[in-house]
């Protein structure tokens, strides 16, 4: 049996205060991508969740480098995901003396990034022919649809 050497390193990021929403669309950007790579679309793209998303890709790059002894050329992301924190709730005064209740969400961002320089090993005697993958063919056929061929939908008054 070969020993499996951890090729992957984390960073993690919570309670940032921005809507997990809004930090997704930045993160699919981003997911699977090489480190180098990462960083430049992370400096050029115009949203405000960049920087904390650039921090966190920043320090998981520093914990590989530092932990495992990695070259930062040879990081590429491999998981990256963003969950839903707490909501932060306040009160706004508004007029006539009343009150209006602001919702302050919060976000966790975790970046994963591993070394593809570094080899992982598996024994496979131990595999049994039950766990092996059976690969199936799929079959697909194209057909082609001509929408002008049933009247369309313009004939319609």
Same mark, same amino acid.
């Given at each position: 049996? $070969?020993?499996?050497?951890?090729? =992957?390193?984390?960073?993690?990021?919570? *309670?940032?205060?921005?809507?997990? *929403?809004?930090? /997704? /669309? +930045?993160?699919?950007?981003?997911?699977?991508?090489?480190? =180098?790579?990462?960083?430049?679309?992370? @400096?050029?793209?115009?949203?405000?969740?960049?920087?904390?998303?650039?921090? $966190? +890709? !920043?320090?998981?790059?520093?914990?590989?480098?530092?932990?495992?002894?990695?070259?930062?050329?040879?990081?590429?992301?491999?998981?990256? @995901?963003?969950?839903?924190?707490?909501?932060?709730?306040? $009160?706004?005064?508004?007029?006539?003396?009343?009150? !209006?209740?602001?919702?302050?969400?919060?976000? *966790?961002?975790?970046?994963?990034?591993?070394?593809?320089?570094?080899?992982? !090993?598996?024994?496979?005697?131990?595999?049994?022919?039950?766990?092996?993958?059976?690969?199936?063919?799929? *079959?697909?056929?194209?057909?082609?649809?001509?929408?002008?061929?049933?009247?369309?939908?313009?004939?319609?008054?």
């Amino acid at each position: 049996m $070969l020993n499996k050497r951890t090729t =992957e390193v984390y960073a993690l990021g919570q *309670h940032i205060s921005m809507s997990a *929403h809004k930090a /997704r /669309r +930045v993160i699919d950007q981003i997911r699977g991508r090489s480190y =180098e790579e990462t960083l430049m679309i992370l @400096e050029l793209m115009p949203y405000r969740a960049c920087y904390p998303i650039f921090k $966190l +890709v !920043y320090s998981a790059a520093a914990n590989a480098s530092f932990n495992m002894g990695s070259n930062k050329a040879n990081l590429v992301i491999s998981k990256a @995901e963003v969950n839903e924190g707490t909501t932060v709730k306040r $009160l706004k005064p508004r007029a006539r003396g009343r009150s !209006y209740p602001i919702q302050k969400p919060t976000c *966790h961002i975790t970046i994963v990034m591993k070394d593809i320089s570094l080899d992982e !090993y598996i024994d496979t005697d131990s595999i049994t022919w039950s766990q092996k993958p059976k690969w199936k063919k799929k *079959h697909t056929t194209m057909s082609y649809y001509d929408m002008y061929s049933n009247g369309g939908t313009w004939d319609k008054k």
